[in-house]
């Protein structure tokens, strides 16, 4: 995402981190590119984790919720706005959408990363296969994702022009289901599904563990 950035040749006065956590991307961004980054986090703890020593550029924290950015940031101020693998955690994706668009100034970038439909394709039909053969019935898991076609057609109803949309598909792989479990909660990527079964009991666990080793060959894929 941050070569996609840097293809653009422009400087900006500032770029709006929509969904920035500690600032991963942020400190990714150099002098050259902009003089001020502007870090909106909803999580008050994770915005202020990392000392502004390790930015490259100023950074502006502000800790205000990802769907209300006209309640903190003005319409039309931006020049750019950039949102790197939040916007999964969106309820109302259009909305926030429409919003990032009205804080753009005429001809202002957004540029955006988010998980793809497939992503924990494997990890999710091991857990439905599980759940179906032990217990009866399935509960979501995982959280929804966005796919490809909607997200294009989301950024026009949104007001976005001149869209281009890339997929790169990322296989990563695990020895076992529960290694992946372990590094989704140590991410803070944990299903957050209101009205999920929490609780999977140890039978379950373990049929989809083999099912997930033994019918989708050790592999995870995610796709931005």
């Given at each position: 995402?941050i070569e996609r950035l840097l293809d653009v040749k422009r400087k900006y006065e500032s770029v709006l981190d929509?969904?920035?956590?500690?600032?991963?991307?942020?400190?990714?961004?150099?002098?050259?590119?902009?003089?001020?980054?502007?870090?909106?986090?909803?999580?008050?703890?994770?915005?202020?984790?990392?000392?502004?020593?390790?930015?490259?550029?100023?950074?502006?924290?502000?800790?205000?919720?990802?769907?209300?950015?006209?309640?903190?940031?003005?319409?039309?101020?931006?020049?750019?706005?950039?949102?790197?693998?939040?916007?999964?955690?969106?309820?109302?994706?259009?909305?926030?959408?429409?919003?990032?668009?009205?804080?753009?100034?005429?001809?202002?970038?957004?540029?955006?990363?988010?998980?793809?439909?497939?992503?924990?394709?494997?990890?999710?039909?091991?857990?439905?296969?599980?759940?179906?053969?032990?217990?009866?019935?399935?509960?979501?898991?995982?959280?929804?994702?966005?796919?490809?076609?909607?997200?294009?057609?989301?950024?026009?109803?949104?007001?976005?022009t001149l869209l281009t949309v890339d997929i790169e598909d990322i296989t990563v792989k695990y020895p076992s289901?529960?290694?992946?479990?372990?590094?989704?909660?140590?991410?803070?990527?944990?299903?957050?599904?209101?009205?999920?079964?929490?609780?999977?009991?140890?039978?379950?666990?373990?049929?989809?563990?083999?099912?997930?080793?033994?019918?989708?060959?050790?592999?995870?894929?995610?796709?931005?």
């Amino acid at each position: 995402m941050i070569e996609r950035l840097l293809d653009v040749k422009r400087k900006y006065e500032s770029v709006l981190d929509v969904g920035a956590g500690p600032g991963h991307f942020s400190r990714l961004i150099e002098s050259k590119l902009t003089n001020k980054i502007l870090m909106l986090e909803m999580s008050e703890r994770s915005l202020h984790r990392d000392p502004d020593s390790e930015f490259d550029v100023p950074v502006v924290r502000i800790h205000a919720d990802e769907e209300n950015i006209l309640r903190v940031i003005e319409p039309s101020s931006q020049e750019a706005v950039v949102s790197c693998l939040s916007l999964h955690w969106i309820n109302d994706l259009l909305g926030a959408l429409i919003q990032i668009r009205e804080v753009l100034k005429p001809d202002g970038l957004f540029l955006g990363a988010l998980l793809g439909r497939d992503t924990l394709f494997e990890l999710r039909t091991a857990l439905q296969v599980a759940e179906l053969e032990r217990e009866g019935g399935i509960s979501p898991h995982v959280s929804p994702m966005t796919d490809t076609g909607d997200i294009t057609n989301l950024l026009g109803r949104a007001g976005f022009t001149l869209l281009t949309v890339d997929i790169e598909d990322i296989t990563v792989k695990y020895p076992s289901m529960f290694e992946l479990l372990e590094d989704l909660q140590n991410m803070g990527e944990g299903n957050a599904v209101i009205g999920s079964r929490h609780l999977l009991h140890r039978d379950t666990l373990i049929a989809a563990s083999a099912a997930y080793q033994g019918n989708i060959i050790f592999e995870t894929k995610a796709f931005t």
